[in-house]
């Protein structure tokens, strides 16, 4: 469960009572003990959690998973750590995950800033997934959003060279503070000039495709790190 930390009063999240169905309940309770990582602050290790050499992925903030599924259950080759906050998010997640027999899904119940900091090594990680992070709209909570310049330097230090940061928002003026932070980190270079088409592996999602009808954008963002940085 995630534990408040007194040093780092700012988080990207508040944690509320959601409604929890009764399907997500009992994915909570029976499949976090098989797929969840507990969170310690102690390092984890990838290759043993997941039983072999493969890419890794972390995926931060993965609302109710589908996504999440999509992406995994399209790339067997691929391993990846998901970390959430929220217990429904968790319970549809673990459902799904058992459903589809996913092999290559691990889900962490924690502030993904801690797990970056205290659990994931230098340069452990292929790729990081941020899809759709909370917007804070209101100017005066601006200082909750997740891609600020200091969260990017850490999540940097934790790709390997080579690997990318993917964000995509459909925030306007969240995805101008995106391109601006990633572009002003030193050890990443956009792989587009500006915003990036969606790739293919990531689906659109129902609310996506809804907000697109409606004629509301999405701006994918995606950085690599450069080799030797
Ligand atoms: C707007 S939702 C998007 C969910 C999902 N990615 C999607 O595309 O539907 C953002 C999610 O990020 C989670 N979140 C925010 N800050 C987080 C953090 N520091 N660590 C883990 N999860 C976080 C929230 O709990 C929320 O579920």
Known sequence: MVEHSPHRPIRSFVLRQ???????????ETLMPKYGIPYSGKL??????????????????????????LIAQA???????????????????????EELELTNIRVIQHDAVDVLQHALPPECLDGVHVFFPDPWPKARHHKRRLIQAEFVDLLCSRLKPGGYIHVATDWEDYAEQILEVLSGEPHLSNTAVGYAPRPEYRPLTKFEQRGLRLGHEVWDVIFRKKQGA
């Open 18 to 28: 959601g409604r929890l169905s009764n399907a997500q309940r009992r994915a909570h």
């Open 44 to 69: 984890l290790d990838l290759a043993i959690i997941f039983s072999r050499s493969a890419p890794k992925f972390l995926e931060i903030g993965f609302g109710m998973g589908e996504t999440t599924a």
């Open 75 to 97: 790339h067997p080759q691929n391993d990846y750590l998901a970390a959430e906050v929220h217990t429904p998010g968790m319970g549809s997640l673990l459902k799904q995950v």
